[in-house]
């Protein structure tokens, strides 16, 4: 690879054999070298594409602040998180997850600790993610002998929360608040509280969050299937019922209304959990 740009002493800006800027990762790969330099495949550790040139520059003055080791460290944790949550991340983890890292583990050797005012929040409706947090402090704990309580799990899996959103994090606050307020008006018109670490349960709660990402992003399933509409309205009354406060509480909280098809797929979703179906 041809350097282009020199970082620091371990990161260059380089053009792969496809001719694509890159950003290499390796001990030493930047130590006296200059653009038009050859950056040695073997002292190459890590690799980075990204998808625009604005993340790309963001990256690029991230690195170049960050020590080496956190930032491997980093891209572990998402690297386990891409094949965990099986899904599309946005290329602003790539920053945003490294600096975070990084400036966790320099407030926890100065003594530091934060309280997480989300936990809660996190651990009841992205459990995937809490999952990932989970699994990140155990790698933390690997590389460097730091221990890190259930909160920084929390802030962890908030990162990748806000990658599926694109990097939003007013998309993220408001996603969160229409969760909690359908499965507010489920838990009310159910007139008790469903057990959190049931198999039912965990579906309902991922059924609304990407029903929640899918209005705060503006996007709905089109009224299409009008006899499934019928069908669960006459034979799931109650549930239905409940599907029709949620839908009331969504147009309220944020103008949206709740196609057909999505009321017939939520008053599904509430039937299984009320396990009469």
């Given at each position: 690879m041809r350097i282009e740009r020199v970082i620091n002493n371990n990161v260059v800006v380089?053009?792969?054999?496809?001719?694509?800027?890159?950003v290499a990762m390796g001990r030493g790969l930047g130590f006296q070298r200059r653009p038009g330099d050859t950056a040695a495949d073997e002292g190459v550790e890590k690799v980075f594409v990204l998808s625009s040139a604005e993340m790309a520059t963001k990256f690029e003055q991230a690195v170049a602040e960050i020590p080496l080791e956190h930032i491997l460290l980093a891209e572990r944790v998402i690297a386990y998180a891409r094949e965990r949550l099986g899904r599309k991340l946005h290329d602003s983890i790539y920053v945003t997850l490294p600096d975070h890292m990084s400036t966790a583990l320099e407030?926890?050797?100065s003594g530091m600790a934060l309280k997480n005012p989300m936990l809660y929040e996190i651990k009841r409706f992205y459990r995937d993610e809490y999952e990932v947090g989970l699994r990140a402090l155990e790698f933390v704990e690997e590389s460097t002998g730091v221990e890190f309580d259930e909160d920084e799990a929390g802030f962890i899996a908030m990162h990748f929360v806000n990658a599926s959103l694109d990097g939003d994090m007013e998309g993220f606050q408001a996603v969160t608040r229409v969760i909690e307020g359908i499965l507010g008006v489920a838990e009310e018109h159910l007139g008790e509280r469903k057990d959190e670490d049931s198999i039912s349960w965990y579906r309902f709660v991922t059924h609304v969050r990407?029903?929640?990402?899918r209005v705060v992003a503006g996007k709905d399933y089109p009224d299409v299937d009008f006899e499934l509409y019928d069908i669960v309205k006459e034979k799931y009354a109650d549930s239905f019922s409940c599907a029709r406060l949620a839908a009331d509480f969504v147009a309220a909280e944020l103008?949206?209304?709740v196609s057909k098809e999505e009321m017939a797929y939520l008053t599904l979703h509430i039937q299984r959990l009320m396990s009469r179906v």
């Amino acid at each position: 690879m041809r350097i282009e740009r020199v970082i620091n002493n371990n990161v260059v800006v380089a053009l792969d054999p496809r001719g694509r800027e890159v950003v290499a990762m390796g001990r030493g790969l930047g130590f006296q070298r200059r653009p038009g330099d050859t950056a040695a495949d073997e002292g190459v550790e890590k690799v980075f594409v990204l998808s625009s040139a604005e993340m790309a520059t963001k990256f690029e003055q991230a690195v170049a602040e960050i020590p080496l080791e956190h930032i491997l460290l980093a891209e572990r944790v998402i690297a386990y998180a891409r094949e965990r949550l099986g899904r599309k991340l946005h290329d602003s983890i790539y920053v945003t997850l490294p600096d975070h890292m990084s400036t966790a583990l320099e407030r926890k050797a100065s003594g530091m600790a934060l309280k997480n005012p989300m936990l809660y929040e996190i651990k009841r409706f992205y459990r995937d993610e809490y999952e990932v947090g989970l699994r990140a402090l155990e790698f933390v704990e690997e590389s460097t002998g730091v221990e890190f309580d259930e909160d920084e799990a929390g802030f962890i899996a908030m990162h990748f929360v806000n990658a599926s959103l694109d990097g939003d994090m007013e998309g993220f606050q408001a996603v969160t608040r229409v969760i909690e307020g359908i499965l507010g008006v489920a838990e009310e018109h159910l007139g008790e509280r469903k057990d959190e670490d049931s198999i039912s349960w965990y579906r309902f709660v991922t059924h609304v969050r990407f029903f929640a990402q899918r209005v705060v992003a503006g996007k709905d399933y089109p009224d299409v299937d009008f006899e499934l509409y019928d069908i669960v309205k006459e034979k799931y009354a109650d549930s239905f019922s409940c599907a029709r406060l949620a839908a009331d509480f969504v147009a309220a909280e944020l103008g949206h209304r709740v196609s057909k098809e999505e009321m017939a797929y939520l008053t599904l979703h509430i039937q299984r959990l009320m396990s009469r179906v």
